[in-house]
């Protein structure tokens, strides 16, 4: 992002009135309308809202790409000065990936599997431009170096399967910029990555959007992420631009009722779950053929009024004072910004009862053949999960943190019966249910510990009616003696999660992403459980939605005191509903302590590294920048000594190489705040906070 946007008399990008179609046998369906915005040379324009709200369907209108039955219908787009509305396809082939790139939101979709990435990468140059081989292998290797990737001469050899994730993703960065485009679009580019490794590709990009003069079109529903990256924001809802304005001017001066309800949707620094609850935008996104008169917000606003948002179409307004900011709304002048939400509800703690959930020296190890990737013959040893102790309380909320493969899922599994035990005892209540497979668990056990799913899609059946499904569950648990009594118990169960008795009669593809989560957790609290693992139960959720889902998992747990196991990589969430938080890293536990504790220095290395990683949606916000370099280590060759060692920024401090010959043990700092480093006291009394309050005038 650069610190001074470029002014140029011609932007880059230049969109005005746009409007998209896709036309079906029965009806046109009004994708985009009237929407506007501008991208200056060297500028990072944000593009934010909730799913479906046609973010996509205008980065692909850039291309070109709409399909054979969508369309421009309305408006002009210029691309340095060049109709791309009218331009030919001849003319569109040149300026595909030379001129415009894309980056997509998942990186397979843009690796063909079958062929080596080098050949992938060497590719582009050949196309684009009037190369020799061996110069388009110099340039990718180089570019390759440019994007951070270890010992590039080997990635080119490597098939797309044979890299991690987040190095996927390096690879479509370093092929979308080796013909040094004017224009990158990134299409939520770091969705399905860690925060670690969304942190450092987003320095990357910005990095090198700056080397070579790229402007950036992003596109996210990360607040936070535009607010890191950005120069300015476009908020857009069911089609339209509804505000627009620099990032500054846009989250100090919030002139639309959307871009207010996706901030309180937020669980900022401050909010709490029981004195600052976040506060959902109530209903959901209308389907494009049923948008309501007047302003489409008009039915999930709190300012709506009747009369005057529901009359003729509302244009986009200046915001007086705000330099380029305007607003779709035709009551921002009247509106008090800064009143606290009306329905925002605040709790009473809950008191924590006695242990439900204890977890002794557990261990969870996989024996694999070796092969050329072990590096050479005989078994190994996955060391998934080592020496967890972890007790959880009746109406407590623990959450477990960490990276990919640092063993949250292995330890759910375990907690589940989808795994046994290697080692250790894992006890729900009297029973020791660590070597008991799920298959051998009773009715009463099963009943007891229950999961909700990341992935709200695959978890239901799409041939049945959600109520039959749930009806199901409730059989399996022996809950209700007859089948008149199961049906109400469901009905209950829809009432539970807040939807409508009639959602029993729908099938899975009649219901919203939030609207099938609802589903999951109806399931998952049908046999009254004492503890529920959430393993990413709203990272797949639109930022409105993850609110509502939030909530009602905390309203489940207030009224069932049950124990919620919070599996997730995103501490914003953590920090909001945790009552105690517990950091992995390899299988270990590297920190465990309360919410307060873990959240405020001393840090272990690893959580403060994970804090500054986290975007956060707010000006008057500082943090400490912290990216990791290097790849988490494999679990078949753990590193020596501790665990974090190969990649810890502290290390230097100890002496002896004392890091790399002894795993530290977990002591206590005090509180029952657990810590496995090595660093010293008078060290870590020395910390200082990776998140700072700061004036947001400045």
Request: net charge negative; aromatic share 4%.
């Amino acid at each position: 992002m650069s610190d001074e946007t470029t002014t140029s008399p011609e932007p880059i990008l230049d969109i005005k009135g746009l409007s998209i179609s896709y036309f079906t046998r029965a009806v046109e369906i009004d994708a985009v309308k009237d929407f506007s915005c501008r991208v200056m040379p060297g500028e990072a324009m944000g593009l934010v809202g909730e799913s479906g709200c046609g973010k996509s369907t205008v980065a692909l209108a850039i291309m070109r790409d709409l399909g054979v039955n969508g369309g421009i219908v309305d408006g002009s787009m210029t691309f340095m000065g060049r109709d791309l509305v009218n331009m030919s396809d001849g003319e569109l082939r040149k300026i595909r990936g030379s001129k415009i790139a894309m980056v997509y939101q998942e990186p397979m979709a843009s690796l063909n599997p079958a062929m080596r990435i080098g050949r992938q990468l060497v590719e582009v140059p050949l196309e684009h431009e009037d190369v020799s081989k061996a110069e388009a292998e110099e340039r990718a290797i180089a570019m390759l170096e440019a994007v951070r990737l270890p010992d590039p001469r080997r990635i080119m050899r490597a098939f797309p399967h044979q890299i991690s994730g987040g190095q996927q993703q390096r690879i479509v960065i370093a092929m979308a910029l080796l013909s040094k485009p004017s224009l990158l679009i990134l299409d939520e580019p770091t969705t399905a990555l860690d925060v670690t490794v969304e942190a450092g590709i987003i320095e990357l990009i910005a990095e090198l959007a700056d080397k070579f003069g790229t402007s950036i079109l992003f596109i996210s529903h990360n607040l936070g992420l535009i607010l890191e990256t950005c120069d300015k924001i476009t908020v857009m809802y069911s089609g339209e631009a509804v505000e627009v304005g620099t990032c500054k001017e846009m989250f100090n001066n919030i002139r639309h009722p959307y871009m207010q309800g996706l901030l309180r949707s937020l669980p900022l620094p401050g909010a709490n779950k029981n004195t600052r609850p976040l506060v959902a935008i109530p209903g959901q996104l209308p389907l494009p053929t049923e948008r309501p008169p007047g302003c489409r917000f008009g039915p999930r606003c709190e300012h709506f009024r009747p009369g005057i948002c529901d009359v003729g179409p509302i244009p986009m307004r200046p915001v007086p004072g705000g330099e380029g900011h305007t607003s779709r709304c035709v009551r921002f002048e009247e509106i008090d910004w800064d009143a606290p939400p009306e329905n925002a509800v605040q709790q009473d703690a809950v008191e924590a009862g006695g242990p439900v959930l204890v977890v002794n020296d557990l261990k969870k190890h996989y024996e694999v053949s070796a092969n050329k990737m072990f590096g050479g013959g005989g078994q190994r040893v996955v060391k998934a999960v080592e020496e967890i102790e972890l007790t959880a309380l009746e109406a407590e909320t623990v959450a477990i943190v960490g990276e990919s493969g640092c063993g949250k899922s292995t330890f759910a599994k375990v907690l589940l019966g989808l795994e046994t035990a290697t080692d250790g005892s894992v006890r729900l209540d009297e029973t020791d249910i660590g070597s008991l497979e799920v298959e051998n668990r009773d009715a009463g056990t099963l009943s007891s510990i229950q999961m909700v799913f990341q992935n709200p899609f695959d978890t239901l059946n799409p041939s049945h009616a959600v109520g039959a499904q749930i009806i199901r569950v409730l059989e399996k648990f022996k809950v209700g003696k007859s089948q008149a009594e199961r049906r109400e118990r469901m009905l209950d169960l829809l009432d539970l999660v807040k939807l409508p008795r009639e959602f029993a009669e729908r099938m899975p593809r009649q219901l919203s992403g939030g609207q099938k989560q609802r589903i999951g957790i109806a399931r998952a609290f049908a046999g009254r459980p004492r503890v529920v693992v959430a393993d990413e139960p709203v990272s797949a959720l639109d930022v409105s939605v993850q609110a509502a889902v939030t909530e009602l998992l905390m309203d489940i747990q207030r009224s069932s005191r049950t124990t919620l196991l919070f599996i997730s990589h995103d501490l914003s969430v953590v920090r909001y509903l945790a009552d105690r938080v517990v950091v992995m890293y390899l299988g270990h536990i590297m920190e465990e302590g309360l919410t307060d504790e873990v959240f405020a220095p001393p840090y272990h290395p690893y959580t403060e590294a994970l804090l500054s990683a986290v975007p956060i949606a707010d000006t008057a916000i500082e943090k400490k920048r912290i990216v990791l370099e290097g790849e988490i280590p494999s679990a078949v060759n753990l590193p020596s000594g501790c665990p974090f060692q190969t990649r810890c920024q502290h290390k230097h401090r100890i002496p002896d190489n004392l890091c790399e010959t002894e795993k530290p043990a977990l002591r206590d700092l005090g509180a029952g705040h657990l810590i496995r480093c090595h660093l010293p006291d008078d060290f870590l009394k020395t910390m200082e906070s990776v998140i700072v309050q700061v004036d947001a005038a400045q």
